[in-house]
């Protein structure tokens, strides 16, 4: 089985930072697409960046510049550092990966998600 883990979430003032991070295990040969998604209450989910296999990301217009997606493949592990942080940043953040397992299939997966505040 293949689970995603997320960590990094807390309480922040406007303009300052939090890195998230979400770490894959299970029965896992490579990543492929990892993403970042956020949702606040009443709204719609958004998403927020992707970095592909290859090390292209891409961003929504909301958070380009600001936010940073990455990923360490040694440690199944894809980050999101978040720098210049607004009100309008508050949500709950989750992460969405495709992974190959082993045996040449693919699975995507959710993770639980992590509570970003973002409030003076």
């Known amino acids: 089985q293949v689970q995603l883990v997320e960590s990094g979430g807390g309480l922040v003032q406007p303009g300052g930072s939090l890195r998230l991070s979400c770490g894959a295990s299970g029965s896992i040969f490579r990543l492929n697409v990892m993403t970042w998604h956020r949702q606040a209450p009443g709204n719609e989910r958004e998403w927020v960046a992707t970095?592909?296999?290859?090390?292209?990301?891409n961003y929504a217009d909301s958070v380009k510049g600001r936010f940073t997606i990455s990923r360490d493949n040694a440690k199944n592990t894809v980050y999101l550092q978040m720098n210049s942080l607004k009100p309008e940043d508050t949500a709950v953040y989750y992460c969405?990966?495709?992974?190959?397992?082993?045996?040449?299939?693919?699975?995507?997966?959710w993770g639980q998600g992590t509570q970003v505040t973002v409030s003076s």
């Open positions: 969405y990966c495709n992974v190959v397992l082993r045996g040449g299939s693919t699975s995507s997966r």
């Open positions: 970095i592909t296999s290859s090390g292209v990301t």
